[in-house]
């Protein structure tokens, strides 16, 4: 079984900055990951993908945030930290990490979500 467990959000202004973490914990969690994502839903939207890295590095964002959303990993601790830049307000969301296994089709392991405000 999975763990994730996201930090880093909270207020901002328009403009500033944020950095999230997500770290990922369970029995053979190291050699079972084949990506790590991060997703967020507004009030009355879907959720969206935000961006994803997979255990290669290779990464890709939203058209939304490319360019200003920048997504690592530190594979030795499990850990992805997405720098987000120049946050807008539409910016505004529950922000959820996830993690797709190596046995998996897509993300099936959830964190509980951290809540993202950028004020104008």
């Known amino acids: 079984q999975v763990q994730l467990v996201e930090s880093g959000g909270g207020l901002v202004q328009a403009g500033g900055s944020l950095r999230l973490s997500c770290a990922a914990s369970?029995?053979?969690?190291?050699?079972?990951?084949?990506?790590m994502g991060w997703y967020r839903q507004a009030p009355g939207k879907q959720r969206e993908l935000v961006a994803a890295i997979t255990s290669g590095g290779s990464t890709n964002y939203a058209d939304s945030v490319k360019g200003r959303f920048t997504n690592s990993r530190d594979n030795a601790k499990n850990t992805v930290y997405p720098q987000m830049n120049s946050l807008k307000p539409e910016a505004t969301a529950v922000y959820y990490c996830?993690?797709?296994?190596?046995?998996?089709?897509?993300?099936?392991?959830w964190g509980q979500g951290t809540q993202v405000t950028v004020s104008s």
């Open positions: 996830a993690l797709r296994g190596l046995w998996e089709a897509d993300f099936g392991s």
């Open positions: 369970g029995s053979s969690v190291s050699v079972s990951i084949s990506a």
